[in-house]
């Protein structure tokens, strides 16, 4: 499951009162999702296009596309806080608002997913979520602490405008390990993202962590 791109906190209201029934929170939730996941698939071509000095409407567009993003995400991290709340985890929700949930998660602060890592990890015991959901949060915070990945699920932006494969910590094994969660192999990944969304990616084996915290933009 590709999924992309962190969120800085805004101020941005959220209603304090959730209602728990089933059928209202897998409407709302899906929802939430596919705002995130369309703004998402408009901005990643955006980032990956080279915008020059001085078209000043490019990066206009690009800024407000990167605000509306974080806007969406921090009410969808919000709306999730409540829900854990309010109504905890439900485990009668759809396959999709699951996914919802988790798709949330992954675009939060470091904090907030960190928090709800092992509940994560249990609705994928449980059958709730694919197990490449906790491998992909798993590398995420793994990245956000400035350590290698395991799965090769995360990306980062570089100096020279590119989307780089973060460092991972055993190359020898990387093709069992994405296997046992249910990836597809490195290369086929890569390739898959190039003809689905547009975006390039880089992975230099010779990367180390240290190099990535270096040449991240």
Known sequence: MLVLFSTFSTT???PKVIDCSIKKLNKELVTLK????????????MLADPIPENDISKKLKRYAMITKMQQQDQYNQEYIKTLFTNCDWPKALSKEAHTSIYLILQHSDDAL????????EEMVTLGYLDPDDAATMFDRLQMNAGLPQRYGTQTFENTNNQSAVWPIENLEKISHLRATVGLSDMYDYIKETKDRIGVAIVWDKTLTVQD???FKK
Not at 34 to 45: D, T, V, W
Not at 113 to 120: G, L, N, Q, S, T
């Open 34 to 45: 596919n705002k995130g996941q369309e703004i998402r698939m408009k901005l990643m071509p």
């Open 12 to 14: 941005i209201y959220t």
């Open 212 to 214: 990535a915290i270096r």
């Open 113 to 120: 997913m960190r928090m709800y890592y092992p509940k994560v």
